[in-house]
């Protein structure tokens, strides 16, 4: 009768942490999800601004500055032409990439063929030397030419901070890791 009483015991108990490892891994997962979600949604919205259609650097300006307030998500956004010139970004500074050509980058070449938003593959960024993905709105006219692209670059250390809050909430000889795998894998 012991052996019975441990041994169900011991698989209810398995099956306990299996489903708060489950809910923990659900919880991440959508929360990883809103804020990528979020991203997109964030350059949509640029995407149907008149300044960034028409690539006016003081409205831009302006409406990236305002976003950047609102969104602590946000390190850099930035507007490139059909060919794949970087041809505004914000914050601007001293050491400006203007007319870097972005032509090369997979979300650049992504971008021309389609007319969804998407996420780029992570990176550190060269600009602000910070893990990032970039969520990208490509820009279309009224005669469906591809006019270029609005993109920002969404912080991954935000993200890294909660999944590490995560982690050290667990005693380190329970070996717990969370692994998180983009498109690429």
Known sequence: ???????????????????????????????????????????????????????????????????????PDISYIHRVNNQGFLIYHYPSGSDSYIGSDLSDQDYFQRAQLTTRSLISKGSISPITNQPVASAVMPLWNERAQFIGLVATNIKLESLSLTLNKIANEYPEEEEFQIIIIDSTG
Not at 45 to 67: I, K, P, W, Y
């Open 1 to 71: 009768m012991t052996l019975f009483f441990a041994r169900t015991t011991r698989h209810r108990l398995e099956r306990d942490i299996k489903a708060a490892d489950l809910a923990l891994a659900r919880s991440i997962s959508q929360e990883t999800d809103v804020e990528m979600h979020n991203a997109l949604l964030a350059v949509r919205e640029l995407a149907n601004m008149d300044a960034v259609l028409r690539s006016d650097h003081e409205e831009m300006e302006q409406l990236f500055s305002t976003v950047m307030k609102v969104r």
